[in-house]
Nanobody
Framework: QVQLVESGGGSVQAGGSLRLSCAVS????????VAWFRQAPGKEREGVAR????????SLADSVKGRFTISQDNAKSTVFLQMNSLKPEDTATYYC??????????????????WGQGTQVTVSS
């Protein structure tokens, strides 16, 4: 079992920054990859970033490259999503997910077995 708890969401103006945190605990193998997904109203849930916890290797979706970074603390108990230069289209509920998902399927939400409850991010113009 893996437990995920997100925090750090809020409201910000366009161009601003937010840092989301995902507290991760549980079986190490089942949470080898920790990812951030987001879902805007009426849209599909999409993957934006993920990290391979054993070595910290990051992967970012094209839509957020250059603006978002993903990292983790030394204890590998918290994964962060630093979001800079935020745009109104970044408005969504952001979810933390965990699983043992290979690279070629990294953005497929159905591949991730464990999910957090989500945290809302609202970017105003």
């Amino acid at each position: 079992q893996v437990q995920l708890v997100e925090s750090g969401g809020g409201s910000v103006q366009a161009g601003g920054s937010l840092r989301l945190s995902c507290a991760v605990s549980g079986d190490t193998y089942s949470r080898a990859y920790v990812a951030w997904f987001r879902q805007a109203p009426g849209k599909e849930r999409e993957g934006v970033a993920r990290i391979y916890q054993p070595v910290g290797g990051p992967s970012l979706a094209d839509s957020v490259k250059g603006r978002f970074t993903i990292s983790q603390d030394n204890a590998k108990s918290t994964v962060f999503l630093q979001m800079n230069s935020l745009k109104p289209e970044d408005t969504a509920t952001y979810y933390c997910a965990a699983g043992s998902v290979p690279y070629e399927r990294r953005w497929r939400k159905d591949e991730y077995r464990y999910w957090g409850q989500g945290t809302q991010v609202t970017v105003s113009s």
